[in-house]
Antibody, heavy 115, light 112 residues
């Protein structure tokens, strides 16, 4: 069974940092792209970032470029999202999802940016 | 960036009756190889999204056959042949042809 489990969310002050993790199981992790998608409270889905299967290629939404960094450790079946210079508008549920076609999603981890 | 526009944004439905959601893209979603990467997702209240349909009309494993997708180019439709109570939630279309970014529609809230 494909499983994606996010962790690392929490309450952080504006300007602070968090590192999210996405632990995968049930599939050949090292052959799949992974995305991060976020959803602000009561709002829609917004794509944030993606990383290719070996970590050599990444993309970011304009609103996180220069602040967020996606990476992966295929030996640990885990993708990370390092989030720096956090703003109130980054408050959201953050989901990781598998593959170019975004076929499986985790349950999400909540990030709250507030003083 | 490709803009995805869904309509309606709110869809009151009657159990057992059909329902339909439209999704339009700001440019064609057909790529140079003739593939169209348009997907539909369901998000039930309090749950994470679940993909229902990929590449316009292909149902994911375990998705009831009352869900169907159609369309081409810039116009796409998700249809529910007979709405059941478990279909309540928000439905999103998403394009993965012109990336980055992957872009979603605003969402359509289906309620009884």
């Amino acid at each position: 069974e494909v499983q994606l489990l996010e962790s690392g969310g929490g309450l952080v002050q504006p300007g602070g940092s968090l590192r999210l993790s996405c632990a995968a199981s049930g599939f050949n992790f090292g052959t799949y792209w992974i995305h991060w998608v976020r959803q602000a409270p009561g709002k829609g889905l917004v794509w944030v970032s993606r990383i290719n299967s070996d970590g050599s290629s990444t993309d970011y939404a304009d609103f996180v470029k220069g602040r967020f960094t996606i990476s992966r450790d295929n030996a640990r079946n885990t993708v990370y999202l390092q989030m720096n210079s956090l703003r109130a508008e980054d408050t959201a549920m953050y989901y990781c999802a598998r593959a170019h076609g975004v076929d499986y999603w985790g349950q999400g981890t909540l990030v709250t940016v507030s003083s | 960036d490709v803009v995805m526009t869904q309509s309606p944004l709110s869809l009151p439905v009657t159990l057992g009756q059909p329902a339909s959601i439209s999704c339009r893209s700001s440019q064609t979603l057909v790529n140079n190889e003739g593939n169209t990467y348009l997907s539909w997702f369901q998000q039930r209240p309090g749950q994470s999204p679940r993909r229902l349909i990929y590449k316009v009309s292909n149902r994911d494993s375990g998705v009831p056959d009352r869900f169907s997708g159609s369309g081409s180019g810039t116009d796409f439709t998700l249809k529910i042949s007979r709405v059941e109570a478990e279909d309540v939630g928000v439905y999103y279309c998403m394009q993965a042809t012109h990336w980055p970014p992957w872009t979603f529609g605003q969402g359509t809230k289906v309620e009884i």
